[in-house]
């Protein structure tokens, strides 16, 4: 079973940045699709960034393009997701996902590329303050 366990998050000014990181076990996670997901209580949980197995292809969210980051480190089983330019509107609880399901690379290139994740972490807490 996977196990995903996310670090970084905390709380910064409006403008600065942050880099959270999310460390997979539990299965081979070289063949795993890898994402990052936000909610806000009271809101349905959004799509932040996806990323395929090799790492080539990315995804982002409509409202982070241009200022959010994801990327792999194989070897070492983590998904980083480098937050740049925040504004107060990303805070939120940012968790770490993951699709494991064979051709997980297929289900990211459809609409929405979010469909296919399935298994998600405890979630780490980002705020950004005025």
């Known amino acids: 079973q996977v196990q995903l366990l996310e670090s970084g998050g905390g709380s910064v000014q409006a403008g600065g940045s942050l880099r959270l990181a999310c460390v997979a076990s539990?299965?081979?996670?070289?063949?795993?699709?890898m994402g990052w997901f936000r909610q806000v209580p009271g809101k349905e949980r959004e799509g932040v960034a996806g990323?395929?197995?090799?790492?080539?292809?990315?995804y982002y969210g409509d409202s982070v393009k241009g200022r959010f980051t994801i990327s792999r480190d194989n070897p070492q089983n983590t998904v980083y997701l480098q937050m740049n330019s925040l504004e107060p509107v990303d805070t939120a609880m940012y968790y770490c996902?993951?699709?494991?399901?064979?051709?997980?690379?297929?289900?990211?290139?459809?609409?929405?590329?979010?469909?296919?994740?399935?298994?998600w972490g405890q979630g780490t807490q980002v705020s950004v303050s005025p």
């Open positions: 539990g299965y081979p996670y070289q063949w795993m699709c």
């Open positions: 990323i395929s197995i090799n790492g080539n292809n990315t």
């Open positions: 996902a993951t699709d494991s399901r064979p051709y997980c690379n297929a289900r990211l290139a459809g609409r929405p590329w979010s469909a296919g994740f399935d298994t």
